[in-house]
Nanobody, 123 residues
Framework: VQLVESGGGLVQAGGSLRLSCAVS????????MGWFRQAPGEEREFVAR????????DYTDSVKGRFTISRDNAKNTAYLQMNSLKPEDTAAYYC?????????????????WGQGTQVTVSS
């Protein structure tokens, strides 16, 4: 299974970005998906997760109401819509797939990872 993120970039505070995670090798519907982020000198942290069907979603408190995770199983792609971005959202963002089909909030809950895409929010 390969995951490839895209959509990162430089944006001003208050702006929006939409990250995509294209999955190949296996059908996306087999996996629950998650997004994590890692700022320089920090641990990789959970951002959002979505169930295989897309019905159940979950977010870390700092992004609730601003970020939306979604998926299109027909396109084998997961998304992270990020609105009202803040400088503290600056990080490398990673998508991850849980081979068990059940996602969690810990790195060890996921089996496959993308290479990351950088998001930089200027003040």
């Amino acid at each position: 299974v390969q995951l490839v993120e895209s959509g990162g970039g430089l944006v001003q505070a208050g702006g929006s970005l939409r990250l995509s995670c294209a999955v190949s090798g296996r059908t996306l519907s087999r996996y629950a998906m998650g997004w994590f982020r890692q700022a320089p000198g920090e641990e990789r942290e959970f951002v959002a997760r979505i169930s295989r069907s897309g019905i159940i979603t979950d977010y870390t408190d700092s992004v609730k109401g601003r970020f939306t995770i979604s998926r299109d199983n027909a396109k084998n792609t997961a998304y992270l819509q990020m609105n009202s971005l803040k400088p503290e959202d600056t990080a490398a963002y990673y998508c991850a797939a849980a081979g068990t089909g059940n996602s969690g909030t810990q790195r060890d809950d996921y089996d496959y990872w993308g290479q990351g895409t950088q998001v930089t929010v200027s003040s």
